[in-house]
């Protein structure tokens, strides 16, 4: 089981920033790849920002160049620097991790969520 504690959410301007933080515990070294997700209302879940075990990083189109996915293996925590905010930024943003089990019959894959923190974009 992997736990994920997310902090950081607030309000903030437009053209400002925020950074979310994602700590996790529990079978940490079972995790492969971890990512943020967002939904705002009446949308969908769509991932934000990926970071592969690799330490490889990819990014929806829409936040490409203003948001920074990092993780710190010291503290067992994932972060989201987001720069240059808009309106459209506004959403539940939750944190993700994959772990990878393998056994005789093959290997498997579980996710896990975090509880989310809202991030709120206005004047």
């Known amino acids: 089981q992997v736990y994920l504690v997310e902090s950081g959410g607030g309000s903030v301007q437009p053209g400002g920033s925020l950074k979310l933080s994602c700590a996790a515990s529990?079978?940490?070294?079972?995790?492969?790849?971890m990512a943020w997700y967002r939904q705002a209302p009446g949308k969908r879940r769509d991932l934000v920002a990926l970071?592969?075990?690799?330490?490889?990083?990819d990014y929806a189109a829409s936040v490409k160049g203003r948001f920074t996915i990092s993780r710190d293996n010291a503290k067992n925590t994932v972060y989201l620097q987001m720069n240059s905010l808009n309106s459209e930024d506004t959403a539940v943003y939750y944190c993700?991790?994959?772990?990878?089990?393998?056994?005789?019959?093959?290997?498997?894959?579980?996710?896990?969520w975090g509880q989310g923190t809202q991030v709120t974009v206005s004047p």
């Open positions: 529990g079978s940490i070294s079972s995790i492969t790849n």
């Open positions: 993700y991790s994959r772990t990878s089990t393998s056994m005789a019959t093959g290997t498997y894959f579980t996710d896990y």
């Open positions: 970071i592969h075990s690799s330490g490889t990083r």
